[in-house]
Every structure is written in structure tokens, then in C-alpha cells.
């Protein structure tokens, strides 16, 4: 949904479970309603470079949904700024970030002209309805969710959000999901993509599109649509040198994770380093043999396979010979892109440009949401 991208604080499988199948149930009804087009709305944040596991986890699935999509549908990608102050951020490295998160969504294969690309803080729609929600948005709620801990266990490199401790919150980070909510629903947006994972993300958008409904709407009719999960399949890549946790920009190892600007050699140093074990032959076992499953997991997300028919496939395969062929694959899988970003970052007067225009195109759409919404709070 929202790209930090960062360790998830995953609830139980039963919890999964259940919040998978009433998206889905409610998916079916919607389905069955005639055919309106789906706005569908996803946001990553300007954090650095994406690595591996951001683009095979969610950003080549942006490319997907667009180039999936029916003429009636409206795509709209945001690059999150207010979202990455929450945490301490350099104010030059933030700025550049912007522009080259930018660059690559561009690289990558989303077309402006098709979906709506755009800073999040060139449209004031997202922290007007923002505070709304806010005031309407009980504490306890926020306090209990696990987002924040998540975000400061991920930016701290810590084991666990067990670790991390109230002292250390700040009011942007503990209200983090009500911008959420806010950036989903003033484009009044029907899907956003998700892992599987990641679906108890989305419930409170969905609680606060039904609270604002009752709260505010004469006849409580439905003026917000609780946003739907489209959940995509979730391919988690882990570091390379710690494939007990997920790939990650903040490790301190820049071993652990291959960036969209690696070079070709950087790419086949990490990867010949990444963690296996001295097993004979190849097996797909996350339990017991976590580096070998996690090549597996790049190459089959790569390919279109799954790991473990990659694993029958290469069995009498070596671990080195295993960890060439998941090279010279994520070469060719990031040789077009990386060429592409490099032309694209030094085109700033045409990023300016693509820019202007998301966002001209965002507010068109959030400003007539949060026209309606000001009458309904009386805020005219």
C-alpha cells in the first residue's frame, strides 16, 4: 500500500485470514454493482533508491496494474514526503530523493500520461483532510496500532518493535495512519494494492471512511467508499546477509541489498557474498535453509515461477551456480531501468514538468472531495 519500505508487524494468520476474506467478500459486492472504473491510489515514500526487494515486491506491480487496467480506470501513484518526516531526514538528501524517486518510477515503466504521478506535498487536500480525520480519530485507537513501532523498529535497524518504546514517538509518526487514510481518500479511492500482509494497514481507512459517513452524510449515505485490498501476491525478499530479516535501506551492510543503481559489478559482488549455507544441492526450505529459499524467491519473482519448481528444477545445482544464475537474472532485469534513471534523474526541467502536471491532475481530483467534505463538517 505505502511504501516505506519497511518491516511489516505482521498479525497472526488467523487475523490475515479474516481481514483477507471480508476485503474479499466485499470486493464481490462491488463487482457485482455496475461497471464504474476503479480509482486506485498507492504511495512510496522518497527514501533513497528502491533495492530489489521494493521493485519485485510492489513497484513492478504498479507497472502491472496500469498496464492491466480498463480505460475506465484512474491510477494514482504518490511520492509520500510528509510521510518520511515523521523520521528525521537531511534536508539536501530528502530533496534529492524526491526527484529521484521521481526518475524511477518513471524508469520503471509508469506513464504519466496513463496514471496521475505526483509529489504528495504539492496538494494541501492530503493535510487539510488529514486533520478532519484527526479530530475524529480516537487516541487509544492510534496508540494500539502497530505502524509507528514498525516504522521507528525499521529506521533504527532493531531485531523487533518490542524494542522501541513511547519516549521515542512524535505526534506525525502516531498519527501516520490517519494521513494514510487521508492521502486514499481524498481521491475517494476504491482499491489500493497490498500484500497480503499489509491488509490490516488499510482498516482504518475503511473505519474512518464509515465514521466520517455516519458522523457526517445526510441520511449517512455512503460519500467515502471503504477502500478495497487488491492483494497482489507478496514476494518478500530478505537481505543478503541476514536472510532472517526483510531487504532493507537502513542496514548498516550495503552488502545486504542491491540497489536500482548498482552497477553490474556491485550486483555480482553482493550476490556472490549473499549468506547460504554448506548444503549439497538445491532445496526450497525458508525454515531451515533461509539464504538458498530467499535466491529462490528473487529468481522465481524474476522469472515467473515459483520457488519451489525453481528448486526441482536446479536441484543438482550448486549454491554458487545457484547464485550466478539469480545474477545474471537481476541484471537483466535491472539493466533497462537503471539506464533509463540515469538519463531521467539529470532531466530535471522534464521532471518539473511531469510533476506539475500530477499534481495539477491530483488536486482536480481532491479538491471537489474536500469542497464536499468542508460542507459536510460546516466549514463554509
Known amino acids: 500500500m505505502f511504501l516505506a519500505t519497511k518491516r511489516v508487524v505482521q498479525c497472526n494468520a488467523f487475523c490475515v485470514r479474516q481481514l483477507t476474506r471480508r476485503y474479499l467478500s466485499a ?67 530528502l530533496s534529492a530523493s524526491r526527484w529521484d524517486m521521481l526518475a524511477t518510477l518513471l524508469a520503471i515503466g509508469i506513464d504519466p500520461k496513463r496514471s496521475i504521478v505526483f509529489h504528495q506535498d504539492d496538494n494541501r487536500c492530503h493535510t487539510e483532510l488529514a486533520w478532519i480525520f484527526n479530530c475524529i480519530t480516537p487516541v487509544g485507537k492510534l496508540r494500539r496500532m502497530t505502524t509507528w513501532k514498525a516504522r521507528l523498529a ?17 505526534a506525525g509518526l502516531l498519527t501516520y495512519p490517519v494521513l494514510q487514510a487521508a492521502d486514499i481518500l481524498a481521491y475517494r479511492a476504491t482499491h489500493v494494492p497490498v500484500g497480503e500482509d499489509q491488509v ?34 507478496s514476494k518478500r525478499v530478505l537481505s543478503l546477509r541476514d536472510p532472517t530479516s526483510k531487504m532493507s535501506k537502513s542496514s548498516p551492510d550495503i552488502q545486504s541489498r542491491i540497489l536500482l543503481t548498482d552497477s553490474p559489478s556491485q550486483i555480482t559482488s553482493k550476490l556472490r557474498s549473499a549468506v ?47 547464485k550466478s544464475l539469480v545474477t545474471d537474472t537481476v541484471q537483466d532485469l535491472f539493466h533497462g531501468p537503471r539506464t533509463e534513471f540515469e538519463r531521467l534523474r539529470n532531466e530535471r526541467a522534464y521532471l518539473e514538468e511531469v510533476a506539475k502536471d500530477g499534481a495539477e491532475r491530483a488536486r482536480a481530483h481532491s479538491e471537489e472531495t474536500l469542497r464536499q467534505v468542508r460542507q459536510f463538517v460546516g466549514l463554509y
Not at 532493531?158 to 514517538?169: F, G, Q, R, T
Not at 524467491?297 to 545457484?322: D, M, Q, R
Open 200 to 233: 490490516q494497514h488499510l482498516e482504518l481507512s475503511r473505519e474512518l471512511a464509515h465514521l466520517f459517513n455516519r458522523t457526517f452524510v445526510p441520511g449517512k449515505k455512503r460519500f467515502f467508499p471503504p477502500p478495497i485490498a487488491d492483494i497482489t501476491p
Open 27 to 93: 470486493e464481490s459486492a462491488v463487482n457485482e454493482a455496475p461497471r464504474r472504473g476503479k480509482i486506485v491510489f498507492s504511495g512510496i515514500q522518497p527514501t533513497g533508491v528502491p533495492h530489489l526487494g521494493n521493485y519485485l515486491g510492489a513497484l513492478s506491480n504498479w507497472v502491472k496494474l496500469q498496464n492491466e487496467a480498463s480505460a475506465e480506470d484512474q491510477l494514482i501513484f504518490s511520492i509520500v514526503g510528509w510521510h518520511a518526516i515523521t523520521l528525521p531526514q537531511k534536508a539536501k538528501e
Open 276 to 322: 547460504t549455507d554448506s548444503t549439497i544441492g538445491i532445496t526450497y526450505d525458508p525454515i531451515n535453509r533461509p539464504g538458498i529459499a530467499n535466491l529462490l524467491t528473487i529468481l522465481g519473482a524474476c522469472v515467473g515461477k515459483t520457488p519451489s519448481e525453481l528448486a526441482e528444477e536446479y536441484a543438482s545445482k550448486s549454491n554458487a551456480e545457484l
Open 154 to 170: 525499521d529506521s533504527r535497524n532493531a531485531n523487533s518493535a518490542s524494542e522501541i518504546d513511547e519516549s521515542m514517538l512524535n
